[in-house]
């Protein structure tokens, strides 16, 4: 069973970036689908964004096209989501995910413990 610890975020002001980590502990991440969720307060959580096992699909919540970029490293296990632009609504609590299967889509079986992103107006 693999360990997801996420690290990264923090206090941005509006139009300013962030990259978030996503570390493995226990298992290697090169055999998992992977995704970052997010939740605001009082709402449910979603999807943001996902990479799929062979790298090749990588979709993304309409309203982060174009700002975030989700990548990873295998040979050090991280996930990564680079965000830029960032807006007051991407206000929340990110969590990483992970799953076997090839689809980057939900839902995922691993997540990890979440960080916290705020971005002032």
């Known amino acids: 069973q693999v360990q997801l610890v996420e690290s990264g975020g923090g206090l941005v002001p509006a139009g300013g970036s962030l990259r978030l980590s996503c570390a493995a502990q226990?298992?290697?991440?090169?055999?998992?689908?992977l995704g970052w969720f997010r939740q605001a307060p009082g709402k449910e959580r979603e999807f943001v964004a996902g990479?799929?096992?062979?790298?090749?699909?990588?979709p993304y919540l309409d309203s982060v096209k174009g700002r975030f970029t989700i990548f990873r490293d295998n040979a050090k296990s991280t996930l990564y989501l680079q965000m830029n632009s960032l807006k007051p609504e991407d206000t929340a609590v990110y969590y990483c995910?992970?799953?076997?299967?090839?689809?980057?889509?939900?839902?995922?079986?691993?997540w990890g413990q979440g960080t916290q992103v705020t971005v002032s107006s």
């Open positions: 226990g298992r290697t991440l090169s055999t998992y689908s």
């Open positions: 995910a992970a799953k076997r299967l090839l689809v980057a889509l939900p839902p995922f079986d691993y």
């Open positions: 990479i799929s096992r062979s790298d090749n699909i990588t």
